[in-house]
């Protein structure tokens, strides 16, 4: 089932993506390629599924339009990015004349597995096939097939389109002109990626990220401080200068003398302080989860959650547009 849209043109197409899965990730994939120039053909098993995405991907690239983030795109308006954009139920149709395939399904190793063996038989061989997995390392679903040295990991923040970040994640079976390819058009989508050099679970962000939810954790259990506070310890300060620098660039400019200076002031208090972090075996206990679901309900009551996340994206954009304009600055 093919589902062009009345006014699709593709003749300035710079070339067909295939997108397999049609949820928050697989749409934002959409909206990303869509305005970089790209044809794209959206599949997903579920025909309502890929209705209901289409209104919602059309919603978010005329809010794009709305807020001056397609001006520098290929296509400067909603409707020309999305008349790149088509949708069908076969597999095959979606992936005929693709030089790249994306993978947004649920994170499930037996699915990825089942799904790539799909993949791999019906791909050309220069076909890319990339996964959005944000934790299985692509050895355990990508070895022993046909193309195992075309397929890689390009692991995105959600919600894709309003957070550039990626982390591209190669096999050790993968070509590397697979990571060169991989890495330059993501660079050409508007992305920021970056190479995970070795195969470990959770890649980069998701180590990063659980060992901030494992201490914020730690903290609400022994009563340091409540839920609430840990969100308004990261909202109101790291996540203030860590929108903007990174957390070495952050110890570097907090020293005089630079990040080997921060080390030599710092070192020795950060040392004791990790020491008692891994003195604490962390091990989830219903009691405390139940404690920061109760502070987040507060803020967000289950049932608003999708009316939060639009808020949430709404204050994405407007982080998107400052940190465009600070960038024509440069």
């Not at 020309?80 to 088509?86: E, G, L, T, V």
């Not at 799904?115 to 070895?143: G, H, Q, R, Y």
């Not at 991989?182 to 660079?187: A, D, E, P, Q, V």
Request: aromatic fraction near 6%.
């Amino acid at each position: 089932m093919a589902e062009p849209n009345a006014k699709r043109s593709k003749t300035d197409s710079k070339g067909k993506v295939c997108l397999v899965g049609s949820g928050i990730v697989g749409r934002s994939f959409a909206v990303i390629f869509s305005k970089a120039g790209y044809s794209v053909s959206l599949h997903d098993t579920v025909e309502q599924q890929l209705k209901d995405a289409m209104i919602l991907i059309k919603a978010q690239l005329e809010d794009f339009e709305n807020k001056g983030l397609l001006k520098d795109c290929v296509h400067q308006t909603a409707d020309d990015a999305f008349s790149m954009i088509s949708t069908t139920l076969d597999l095959k149709e979606a992936m005929d004349g693709a030089f790249f395939l994306q993978e947004s399904v649920p994170e499930n190793l037996e699915l990825k597995q089942k799904v790539f063996k799909e993949f791999d038989s019906l791909a050309s061989d220069d076909m890319i096939l990339s996964s959005s997995t944000s934790c299985i390392v692509p050895s355990k679903f990508t070895l022993n097939l046909k193309h195992t040295k075309n397929c890689i990991v390009s692991h995105p923040v959600n919600p894709p389109a309003l957070c550039p970040f990626l982390e591209v994640v190669p096999s050790t079976e993968t070509n590397q002109e697979v990571v060169e390819k991989t890495l330059s058009l993501w660079r050409e989508c508007g992305m920021s990626p970056i190479t995970v050099k070795k195969e470990v679970a959770g890649f980069v962000l998701n180590r990063l990220q659980y060992a901030l939810l494992a201490e914020s954790y730690r903290l609400v259990e022994n009563d340091v401080c409540t839920p609430d506070d840990v969100n308004i310890t990261l909202t109101d300060g790291l996540a203030m200068r860590w929108s903007l620098i990174g957390p070495f660039e952050t110890g570097h400019l907090n020293a005089p003398k630079g990040i080997k200076d921060y080390y030599e002031r710092y070192g020795p208090p950060t040392e004791a302080v990790l020491k008692e972090q891994s003195e604490t075996v962390l091990k989830f206990k219903q009691e405390t989860i139940d404690k920061i679901h109760e502070s987040m309900c507060r803020i967000a009551p289950v049932e608003s959650i999708i009316e939060r996340s639009k808020l949430r994206d709404s204050r994405l954009s407007a982080l998107a547009v400052h940190r465009n304009n600070e960038k024509a600055k440069l």
